[in-house]
């Protein structure tokens, strides 16, 4: 496609560098919000161009907006390990999806930008079973998932029917849990190292996941998707084989999964976490052609975080 101006937000997390590292080698021209000189240094080894800004400052927002093609907001901060018990620890990542996201589609809306990407996750589907899960599968809406919900009805809001005269398109990816070189992965292989349980969930049931190295791709792509919720990630996995595949990759006999004293005192915000979520992508690359570089979930996927590790980083 012809280059365009996108403007990222989130731009410095996992998703949002792998981002960024697609859109600029694509061509397109990237501006990204910087909120301290370690992001701007970060940002310009990208390519990009580091923007000052504020998602809690809608202001601040439009001006970064003006005379941009796309925005794309991919600003999250999950807890890692198991601080995420705490539901203290989730209300930064709570406002992210709740006020950022509405001041985001505000500005948006003020600076004329017609297309919004957004990052959501598929933990906001209900528990499935062994069914498979598709765009059009129930949610199951809880304090932990509100948020999640919250942010995606402003992207749709956007985009709603009334508005898409003004061509306003609003996409919204539900990403799969991220394996790659990222805080979480790197805690899944301690903890599995040292003995320490790492499963959550039933073994039988599945889990939905994406190797860190098809997110931009993924963001790429979604630059010429139509409005809509997409699923993104590789084929569904059974959590037994995930937690094998952790221990195997962090050198331990076997995993083991938290038991139910544990699943108790982690509380409401881990369980969206435990859902049996056989999530399907089709849709995404029926739409857009986009199709996972590891499409299929094995121990190799560690080894990313197992060489940052060794480098003792």
């Known amino acids: 496609m012809d280059s365009v101006r996108v403007v990222v937000t989130g731009g410095t997390g996992v998703i949002g560098r792998a981002a960024v590292r697609s859109l600029v080698d694509a061509g ?3 501006d990204v919000l910087a909120r301290s000189a370690a992001n701007v240094e970060i940002i310009t080894a990208l390519g990009a161009r580091p923007q000052a800004a504020d998602l809690f400052e809608a202001d601040t927002l439009v001006r970064m907006y003006d005379g941009a093609d796309v925005a794309i907001n991919l600003a999250t901060d999950i807890p890692v390990g ?8 989730w209300r930064r990542n709570d406002d992210l999806h709740t006020r950022a996201v509405a001041n985001v589609t505000a ?9 919004i990407i957004q990052e959501s996750a ?6 499935a079973g062994d069914t498979w899960i598709t765009e059009q599968s129930p949610l199951e809406i809880t304090p932990a998932t509100e948020p999640v919900a919250v942010g995606e009805s402003h992207v749709q809001e956007y985009a709603g029917a009334k508005q898409q005269f003004a061509g306003r398109v609003g996409v919204l990816l539900r990403f799969g849990s ?3 070189d990222d805080p979480r992965t790197r805690f899944w292989l301690r903890a599995a190292a040292n003995g320490r349980p790492v499963g959550l969930g039933r073994p039988h049931e599945w889990a939905h996941l994406v190797h860190a190295d098809d997110l931009g791709p993924a963001v790429l792509a979604a630059l010429h998707a139509p409005s809509g919720v997409f699923n993104v990630g590789a084929a569904p996995v059974l959590r037994s084989e995930l937690v094998e595949g952790i221990a195997k990759a962090a050198g331990a006999d076997s ?3 938290l038991g139910p004293v544990l ?6 915000r881990v369980e969206p976490l435990a859902r049996s979520l056989r999530v399907s992508s089709d849709h995404f690359a029926a739409q857009t052609g986009w199709l996972p570089t590891h499409s299929t979930f094995d121990a190799a996927w560690f080894d990313p975080a197992l060489r940052v590790t060794r480098a003792g980083r």
């Open 28 to 30: 397109h021209s990237v």
């Open 82 to 89: 198991y601080a995420a018990g705490w539901p203290n620890s």
């Open 107 to 115: 500005a948006a809306r003020t600076a004329g930008v017609h297309r």
């Open 122 to 127: 598929s933990f906001i589907y209900a528990d």
């Open 178 to 180: 991220i394996i790659g």
């Open 255 to 257: 995993g083991a999964f």
């Open 263 to 268: 699943r108790r005192l982690a509380g409401g």
